[in-house]
């Protein structure tokens, strides 16, 4: 039986580079932008205040509608990795009652796995008895919109800070996606609110299961070889 030794030579090389392409995810561009809304300013639309420059991180500090003082800062990629936007907003309200709500949005996102899990992290650090509640939510544009996306987690902290964790979304994530996290601060007076967020995408088993099929199956060519 006569063998074909440049098929058998580039069998493994293939093998190899299918491995390598679920060892090492690419890096992708990644856009990320704060907005802040409040019924009466803005005529009720969302104001973007602050975007990056595809460094990694952005900050706002200044005052918007009913509060006074707001400081937020988000961190994504480059220097985060796993697609992970992990963002802080602390915000203190004036005298009067009003409704913030805080958008951070991550665009230019990519993923190399054919699974994710979208994990969400929500935390609140303090919260002072003017503030009443801060709704934590999480979603996923497969479009890459901005401000906008398909729901995937939240946590509602009322009165009293506290932690949660959710992941309960596993989607197919292909082409550029964004990601986007909401904090809705409500103050009934004057108080402050200090929330965190993170948010990444975990690749699912079967990408592990598939890389160890892919070294099974060099090795036992390996073997053969031999």
């Given at each position: ?66 509060f006074t003082s707001i ?66 939510e999480t979603l996923v ?56 967020i993170d948010f990444q ?26």
């Amino acid at each position: 039986m006569t063998r074909n030794k440049s098929a058998a030579r580039f069998f493994p090389a293939a093998v190899l580079m299918a491995v390598l392409g679920f060892a090492a995810p690419s890096a992708h561009a990644a856009l990320t932008s704060i907005g802040l809304q409040e019924a009466g300013v803005n005529g009720g639309a969302i104001t973007t205040v602050a975007t990056d420059a595809g460094a990694g991180t952005v900050t706002f500090n200044g005052s918007y509608g009913t509060f006074t003082s707001i400081s937020i800062s988000a961190v994504g990629e480059p220097i985060t990795t796993s697609n992970e936007l992990s963002t802080t907003a602390v915000a203190t309200s004036s005298a009067v009652p009003g409704v913030l709500i805080v958008f951070i949005t991550e665009q230019g996102l990519g993923s190399d796995y054919a699974l994710n899990d979208l994990t969400s992290n929500f935390s609140t650090v303090f919260m002072s008895s003017g503030t009443k509640t801060v709704l934590e939510e999480t979603l996923v544009s497969l479009s890459n919109a901005l401000f906008v996306g398909t729901f995937v987690g939240s946590t509602n902290f009322i009165a009293s800070p506290g932690g949660g964790s959710v992941t309960d979304y596993s989607q197919p994530l292909s082409g550029d996606f964004s990601v986007t996290e909401i904090y809705t601060i409500t103050a009934s007076k004057a108080g402050t609110a200090n929330d965190n967020i993170d948010f990444q995408t975990v690749p699912e088993p079967l990408s592990m299961l598939t890389l160890g099929t892919g070294l099974i199956g060099l090795g036992a060519l390996r073997r053969n070889r031999g």
